[in-house]
């Protein structure tokens, strides 16, 4: 008989549980669409588009990724897409993974605003764009473009203990990972169609970096250290933990088991 009762109190509480959750979430969302509702009273509505599933980076846009949505107008950050360009994103590339219901915004789709002037309506909000020397085989033999994604590697001579330079040591590490490459010389997203199969050669490089990530970079050039980019996947938005720094010891220590571990993966 305890356990009967024991068990009806449990299935009590559980049920009384999972209401007051169903209830607290809709008042949650009650609350939001009600300040939506004061927002869209007070400074007006706009309708944009709308991803209308998750959608990796990458994605080339078609007429079933994207909607419509009614928002406030205040509040949108950078440039949203308005419904009446809705023609003008299909078939495009998007830069950033999105979820289902965001907004769309010129930032994050390939060559940006079409209307807009300049490289800065291409960069997005709190971001900075630098450009950084490098030419033939540390750009990839040329073939890092607009809107590719590189990691930045540098080589450099490292002060000893006693704050001096040992010339004739330098040492190899990672500095930046991801990065999207803004333009390769002049040449950016939006004049690339066109120039469309026609290899532009450049001696700079813009990337899309943190106001922090710039003064690192700033700081590499100055030190005369040699950068170089790794061109990666369209796809591919991994990043690599704790990459040690490499010099001449690290690749005598290692080279044959990064070789073997080569041959394993190709087998």
């Known amino acids: ?97 999105n979820d289902a219901k965001e907004v769309l915004f010129w930032s994050d789709i390939e060559g940006g605003d079409p209307t807009a002037k300049g490289l800065s309506a291409d960069i997005k909000n709190q971001m ?8 033939g085989a540390a750009a990839v033999s040329g073939m890092v473009r607009p809107n590719d994604h590189v990691d930045v590697i540098g080589t450099f001579d490292f002060p000893n203990d006693e704050g001096t330079l040992k010339r004739g040591d330098p040492v190899t590490c990672t500095i930046l990972q991801n990065v999207l490459v803004l333009a390769t010389g002049r040449e950016t997203a939006k004049s690339r169609p066109a120039n469309l199969g026609v290899a532009q050669g450049y001696s700079t490089v813009t990337l899309e970096v943190t106001p922090r990530e710039a003064e690192m970079l700033a700081f590499a050039e100055q030190i ?38 080569r041959q394993m993966k190709q087998r």
């Open 128 to 135: 900075r764009a630098m450009s950084i020397n490098v030419t």
């Open 1 to 97: 008989m305890k356990k009967h009762i024991v068990l009806v109190i449990a299935l009590a509480a559980g049920l009384a549980a999972a209401l007051l959750t169903r209830f607290f979430l809709a008042s949650k969302e009650a609350e939001m669409r009600a300040k939506e509702q004061r927002l869209a009273n007070r400074y007006g509505t706009i309708t944009v588009l709308a991803y209308t599933r998750d959608t990796p980076a990458g994605t080339v846009l078609s007429s079933s990724d994207i909607g419509k949505k009614t928002v406030p107008k205040v509040g949108l950050r950078g440039q949203a897409v308005l419904l009446e360009n809705f023609h003008d994103v299909i078939g495009r590339r998007t830069l950033v993974a």
């Open 224 to 261: 005369r250290g040699r950068l170089v980019l790794t061109l990666r996947s369209a796809n591919d938005t991994s990043s690599e933990k704790e990459l040690p720094n490499v010099d001449f010891a690290k690749i005598r220590s290692e080279i044959e088991t990064l070789n073997q571990k």
